[in-house]
Structure formats: C-alpha cells, structure tokens
C-alpha cells in the first residue's frame, strides 16, 4: 500500500492550499484516514481525521478553517486550508488504517511521505 500526498506549496498569509493524499496498492477496504503534520523543531500533530462513514475530527487551532473530506471510491483524502497562518507551516502528512485482504480482522496503518506547506509574506 502507498500513500501519495500531494498540493503543498508557498502561500501568503490568509491564503489557500488544497492538499490531496492517493491511496494505491492492495486495498479491501480504508478505515479511518487523517491529516498530520509537523514543523520544524516540533513533535508530529493531528491537524484533521474522516472515519469511513464521514465522521470528522479536527485540532482546535485548525477547526473553522480546514476541511477534511474523502472519497472511498477513489481512496482519496482530501484536506482544504483556508485563511492560513505562518503557524501553519510544516510538513503535511497523510495516513489511513487499511484492511489489504477481506480476510483481516486489524487494518494496518500506512503514511504518505509529506508535502511541504510554507505560509509566509
């Protein structure tokens, strides 16, 4: 299984960024996904997370601002940041609890490698 985590970049201050994580590989079934991320001399944190049945979860300092969504079909994880903030810079990353086969009973937990966002003027 591969997660590919993509759309991160240079954007001002109150501006926009789409970020998008593809899931490829043996798939039976995705189970609960989620954002993270982590800047510089900081520990990993949870920015967002979507159950299979569309729950959603976010960090205070992004809820209201950030909107995570998927689609199982396509096993895409998308995650939508609006009027971002120097503090939001870090390396994003995306995960999913996977079940590869119909036989498993415990999914496994797989990341994507992470995509730079940088908010700055």
């Known amino acids: 299984v591969q997660l590919q985590a993509s759309g991160g970049g240079l954007v001002q201050p109150g501006g926009s960024l789409r970020l998008s994580c593809a899931a490829s590989?043996?798939?039976?079934?995705?189970?609960?996904m989620a954002w993270y991320r982590q800047a510089p001399g900081k520990q990993r944190e949870l920015v967002a997370a979507?159950?299979?049945?569309?729950?959603?979860n976010y960090a205070d300092s992004v809820r209201g601002r950030f909107t995570v969504s998927r689609d199982s079909t396509e096993g895409m994880m998308y995650l939508q940041m609006n009027r971002l903030e120097p503090g939001d810079t870090a390396v994003y990353y995306c995960?999913?609890?996977?079940?590869?086969?119909?036989?498993?009973?415990?999914?496994?937990?797989?990341w994507g490698q992470g995509t730079l966002v940088t908010v700055s003027s």
């Open positions: 979507i159950t299979s049945a569309g729950n959603r």
């Open positions: 590989g043996t798939i039976h079934r995705i189970n609960n």
């Open positions: 995960n999913a609890d996977v079940f590869r086969y119909a036989t498993e009973v415990i999914s496994s937990r797989f």
